[in-house]
């Protein structure tokens, strides 16, 4: 009998390749995007201590967001960007998390350059 690997197994399979080469540090922190089927959720780690810098969601009652779409996306990487630089963090590591880098994850990742993060 043949065994399908799922899809999110290969994800995490994907991740794990990405991870080994991206770390964050103080001076330039890790910024991770999650995509799940409704929601997306970004956060800039700095991985020497493992603690979480900014964070933004479309869970957030506040941002009023619909989800995970691309037009969703563009906002939610606008308002990490902001954030992200009220704390004077400008410069970052994408860590896409094993995702295809298009879609939603495009669209953020190019909204939050836009807004003043490099990567």
């Known amino acids: 009998m043949i065994h399908k690997v799922s899809r999110n197994e290969q994800r995490k399979r994907r991740h794990l390749r990405i991870r080994k080469k991206i770390f964050g540090t103080p001076q330039r922190p890790r910024l991770c995007v999650y995509k799940s089927l409704k929601h997306l959720h970004a956060q800039i780690i ?15 009652k506040e941002l009023n967001l619909k989800g995970g779409t691309v037009k969703s996306a563009e ?15 400008t410069t970052v590591v994408f860590d896409r998390a094993g995702y295809p880098y298009h879609g939603v994850i495009k669209a953020f990742a190019e909204a939050s350059r836009k807004a003043g993060l490099k990567f």
């Open 46 to 60: 700095d991985d020497t201590v493992g603690h979480t810098l900014v964070a933004a969601s479309t869970v957030e």
């Open 75 to 89: 906002v939610l990487g606008r308002i990490l960007a902001e954030r992200a630089l009220a704390k004077g963090i």
